[in-house]
C-alpha cells in the first residue's frame, strides 16, 4: 500500500530521442488536461473553488447549528502584507496527533477536512488537494494496513447522505522521512476513484514554492482528535485558531523547555500557538493548518508532533506544505501522466517510426 516516493518506475531500457521529447513538449498542454490537474502550471489545486469555506455560501441555513456565542465564520487575519501574486491562484510527542480548547466545526466550514481511516476506525486527519488527491503526514502511515478516507460530513459517526467514504490506492511518502526525528513528515494519498466536489467537499488551496507565513498570522487547525491531553477523541470535527510562529522562533521557544525537542524544529517546518492553551493533540495529526486570505484559504501545515497538548510554551510544530510543494506537483504531475495519459503515449508511440523513438 504505502511505498517511499511511489509511484517510480523502473529508469533502465531505451534511451529517447530528440524527436520524442519535442513531440512530449508539444503535448503537454493536452497531457495535463488528461490528467488530474495538478500539473497545470504547478497550482495548488486545478478546481476554480479550491479553498472557499463553502459554508459561508450559506450561512442562514447553518445558524442553527452554531453554539452559542461561537462566531459562525471567524476569519483569520492571514498574509496581511503580502501580495495576492506570492500565493497560487485559486484556480484550480510525537503525536499520532483532538483539538484542544476549541470549538466544534460547523457542517461545510472546512469541506477539504478529511478522516484517514483504517478498519473502519478514525487514524489521523488529512485534506482534500484534488480530486483522487489526499494531504496527510506521513507518521500515519503503515504499510501493513489499508486505509480509506472519509469526507463530507463533521461527524464521525453519522451517516449523513452528504459523506463519501473512499478506498486509499496507494500512500506516497519521502524516502528520507524520518519517523525518530519527524523530518519530512508528509504524504499523499491516492484514492481508487476521483471525488465529484460538493456544498460538503472541496479542495484547498496550496501556497506558492517556498512562500512563508508571517509570524502572528492568524490561522485554524482542525480535526478529530483529543480535546485534553489525557483525554477521548471526539466524534465531531473540532475547530482551533492560533498565532504562527516561524520555526527560528519556535525552535528557541520550545528549547527553554527541552533543548532536545528543540532540535526537532527544523527548516520545513512551522509552528502554530496560542497562549490560551489551544492546541491540536493526538488523533489531529496530518489535518489541516489554513490560513485565510480574501476568501480564499491555503493549507500552510500538516499537524506532526508536539509536546504534550496545550502547554504553555510549547508550539504545536507542523510540516510547512510550500516547501514541499515541488515534491507535491512533481508526484501529482507525473503520476497523472501514468495514470491517465498512457494510453495517448501508447498510441502515439505506436504511429511513430522506430527510428525516432530510438536513439542512435
Known amino acids: 500500500m504505502a511505498s517511499q516516493d511511489g509511484l517510480r518506475r523502473g529508469r533502465g531500457g531505451t534511451r529517447l530521442s530528440l524527436h520524442f521529447l519535442i513531440w512530449l513538449q508539444l503535448l503537454q498542454p493536452l497531457l495535463s488536461e488528461a490528467g488530474s490537474g495538478q500539473g ?21 441555513a447553518d445558524a442553527e447549528e452554531a453554539p452559542s456565542g461561537q462566531l459562525l465564520f471567524a476569519t483569520g487575519s492571514g498574509f496581511t502584507s503580502s ?25 461545510r466550514k472546512w469541506p477539504w477536512q478529511v478522516s484517514l481511516q483504517t478498519e473502519d476506525k478514525h487514524l489521523c486527519g488529512a485534506s482534500l488537494i484534488d480530486r483522487r488527491w489526499v494531504l496527510t503526514a506521513a507518521h500515519c502511515v503503515f504499510s501493513d494496513l489499508e486505509y480509506k478516507v472519509k469526507l463530507g460530513d463533521t461527524n464521525l459517526n453519522a451517516g449523513s447522505e452528504n459523506a463519501l467514504v473512499i478506498p486509499v490506492k496507494d500512500i506516497i511518502f519521502p524516502s528520507n522521512f524520518d519517523f525518530a526525528s519527524l523530518t519530512n513528515d508528509i504524504a499523499l494519498a491516492l484514492l481508487a476513484y476521483s471525488v465529484n466536489y460538493s456544498s460538503h467537499i472541496q479542495p484547498v488551496c496550496l501556497p506558492k514554492e517556498l512562500f512563508e507565513v508571517e509570524t502572528g498570522t492568524e490561522c485554524w487547525v482542525t480535526g478529530w482528535g483529543r480535546v485534553s491531553e489525557n483525554g477521548s477523541g471526539s466524534f465531531v470535527l473540532r475547530e482551533a485558531e492560533l498565532n504562527i510562529l516561524r520555526h527560528e522562533q519556535c525552535r528557541e521557544m520550545i528549547k527553554k523547555k527541552s533543548v532536545a525537542k528543540s532540535k526537532m524544529v527544523t527548516r520545513g517546518t512551522v509552528c502554530g500557538y496560542n497562549d490560551q492553551g489551544k492546541d491540536s493533540c493526538q488523533g489531529d495529526s496530518g489535518g489541516p493548518l489554513v490560513c485565510e486570505l480574501n476568501g480564499t484559504w491555503f493549507q500552510v501545515g500538516i499537524v506532526s508532533w508536539g ?54
Open 40 to 60: 497545470r502550471a504547478g497550482r495548488g489545486c486545478a478546481h476554480a473553488g479550491c479553498g472557499v469555506a463553502v459554508g459561508v455560501l450559506w450561512g442562514q
Open 83 to 107: 501580495p495576492l501574486s506570492l500565493l497560487s491562484p485559486p484556480a484550480c510527542g510525537h503525536r499520532v496527533s483532538r483539538i484542544i480548547g476549541g470549538l466544534p466545526a460547523l457542517n
Open 307 to 360: 509536546v504534550g497538548c496545550g502547554r504553555k510554551g510549547y508550539p504545536g510544530v507542523y510540516t510547512e506544505v510550500s516547501f514541499y510543494k515541488k515534491w507535491i506537483i512533481d508526484h501529482l504531475r507525473q503520476a497523472s501522466c501514468l495514470n491517465s495519459a498512457d494510453s495517448l503515449i501508447l498510441v502515439l508511440c505506436l504511429m511513430m517510426p522506430l527510428g525516432i523513438l530510438v536513439a542512435p
